[in-house]
């Protein structure tokens, strides 16, 4: 069983950055590739950046391509989101999930929000 939880969250201005973590503890992370995915109010959960388990295969939505940038250490069995020049609109709950074949697992979130 993998238990993720997620930090890094908070409020930000216009333009700033944040660097979200997402710690991983119950297995190793080395098996598992790692997404990032954020909710805002009335909206659906949406992929933001997702990375394979050797960290060699990253994607991301076109809304924050250029913008944020996925990484993992599987040494400390942590992956990273690291977010600049934030908008208005990247206001939401970011959620951790990790996969290997059948098993998925979610953390609780954390509230990202940017506003001046």
């Known amino acids: 069983q993998l238990q993720l939880v997620e930090s890094g969250g908070g409020l930000v201005q216009p333009g700033g950055s944040l660097r979200l973590s997402c710690a991983t503890s119950?297995?190793?992370?080395?098996?598992?590739?790692t997404g990032w995915f954020r909710q805002a109010p009335g909206k659906e959960r949406e992929a933001v950046a997702c990375i394979s388990s050797s960290g060699r295969s990253t994607n991301y939505a076109d809304s924050v391509k250029g913008r944020f940038t996925i990484s993992r250490d599987n040494a400390k069995n942590t992956a990273y989101l690291q977010m600049t020049s934030l908008k208005p609109e990247d206001t939401a709950v970011y959620y951790c999930k990790a996969a290997y074949l059948i098993s998925t697992y979610w953390g609780q979130g954390t509230q990202v929000t940017v506003s001046s």
């Open positions: 119950g297995s190793t992370l080395e098996d598992y590739a």
